[in-house]
Every structure is written in structure tokens, then in C-alpha cells.
């Protein structure tokens, strides 16, 4: 993937990400976010391609899609680093926060009402839960195996990690993460169709998971416990 810096020929330089895996990018007003194999950020014009900032020194392949929220961009990469960063109007990259992950290998982040939820790992798996205000770590779980895919719900005061792992059959598991900080794991689907492909979750306008993987060509919908919130 190339990125083209704006001006006259003589002068035009290029930014190159490269590597084996897809580049990541955000979209920041104008701006555009890239991040890669490369280990660097590169923060560039979407229109002109005219590079902002960049950073050189991030630790490490970025192996887990750039997440925006709430005006900070997250991502970890594959030494097991999550990063926290800013944007600026001006176009410049801040670092915010560099938090050590459990395991190191692919990751996935989903930010939901405060909390960062990552998941990844390479030999075993884990699940791990995040302040979003200052990244302070609140809970990290082991998991029998990488966790591969993964999408985050709430219902009442209670949040749903719902997951999947890297191993023979395509089960559907869910951590429960409640108001005590307390998490509890558990098989919500068992499959007896062995896994040949990529999973994929997602939580429907319906308030439903929907599960797929690509080998199988199939997709379980699996509804969400409905749980109020209490009175104060």
C-alpha cells in the first residue's frame, strides 16, 4: 500500500506500509490513520495524501484493527502491546498510554460505555477488560485457546464477551463480565462441524449475536440475556 505526499514532482515523497498482513486505517476528519506491519503510524491527508505525523517507534507488527473512540485511537500489536493515542486538529499523533497485553499474537478490541475489551493471544488465549479514561487495567482472563473473533454487548449492568477460539470445532463461548468485575466463562454453542475457515461475529440491529464461519458457510443466531437494571 502506498501513500503519496502532495507537491511538486521533483519533490513528491511516498510513505510505504508494508508487510504479509492488511494495513489498518481510521478515518480522523480529513485526516487518515494507517498503521502495519512496518511499525510505524503514518497519519496523512485522506484527499491530498500529504503526510501529518507518523510515529516509527511503536513496539512491534499491528495486528488488530485501529478502534476510534471518544477522540483516542486504540490498537495492539503483535509483541503484545496496546496502544492509546490522539489525534489532533493540527494533525499530530499523541501517545497517550502503552499497556502491557497478557500474551502476545493477534488481537481484537472492542470499546463499549468505558471499558476496552481485548482478546487475542498465541499460545493460550485471554480476554481482558480496560479502563478507557486511563487504560488501567481492570480484569484479564486466561482462555483454553486464542481467541479469534469477537463481539461485545451489555444488558442491564452486566457486558457480554461473546467469542470464539482457535481450535478444531466451531464453538461459540461468552464471558460474562458483571457489576463486581467478576467474570464468568461459558459454552453457549457446541458444534460438531470442525472449523475450515475464519470466524466471524457480529451483534444484529435485533440485539442478537450472529455467529458465521467461512469454511461451513453457516450462521447460528444466538439471543442475548435480557437482565434489567435495577432500581437505585
Known amino acids: 500500500m502506498q501513500l503519496h505526499r502532495s507537491g511538486s514532482q521533483q519533490n513528491k515523497k511516498k510513505e510505504i506500509i508494508r508487510g504479509y498482513h492488511p494495513a489498518w486505517f481510521v478515518f480522523s476528519g480529513e ?36 478502534v476510534e473512540a471518544n477522540g483516542s485511537v486504540w490498537f495492539a500489536t503483535d ?37 476496552v475489551f481485548v482478546t487475542g493471544g498465541s499460545g493460550q488465549g485471554y480476554i481482558a477488560v480496560y479502563s478507557e479514561s486511563d487504560a488501567t487495567e481492570i480484569l484479564s482472563q486466561k482462555t483454553d485457546y486464542p481467541v479469534v473473533s469477537q463481539a461485545v454487548t451489555k444488558s442491564g449492568k452486566n457486558f457480554y464477551v461473546y467469542f470464539t477460539q ?5 464453538n461459540l463461548y461468552v464471558a460474562k463480565f458483571d457489576a463486581d468485575k467478576k467474570m464468568t466463562v461459558e459454552t453457549v454453542y457446541t458444534s460438531e462441524t470442525k472449523k475450515n475457515g475464519e470466524d466471524y461475529l457480529l451483534i444484529g440491529d435485533d440485539g442478537k449475536v450472529y455467529y458465521g464461519n467461512t469454511g461451513n458457510g453457516t450462521i447460528t443466531s444466538v439471543d442475548v440475556p435480557k437482565e434489567e437494571n435495577p432500581d437505585p
Open 166 to 170: 482457535e481450535e478444531d470445532y466451531a
Open 79 to 115: 509483541e503484545g502491546i496496546l496502544y492509546k493515542v490522539t489525534l489532533s486538529s493540527d494533525g499530530k499523533v499523541t501517545e497517550k498510554a502503552t499497556i502491557s497485553l497478557p500474551d502476545k499474537g493477534n488481537a481484537i478490541i472492542s470499546i463499549l460505555e468505558g471499558k
Open 31 to 66: 485526516n487518515v490513520l494507517f498503521a502495519g506491519d512496518s511499525g510505524k503510524l503514518v497519519l496523512a491527508n485522506a484527499k491530498t495524501g500529504e503526510v501529518k505525523d507518523k510515529k516509527d517507534d511503536i513496539t512491534g507488527k499491528v495486528r488488530s484493527p485501529l
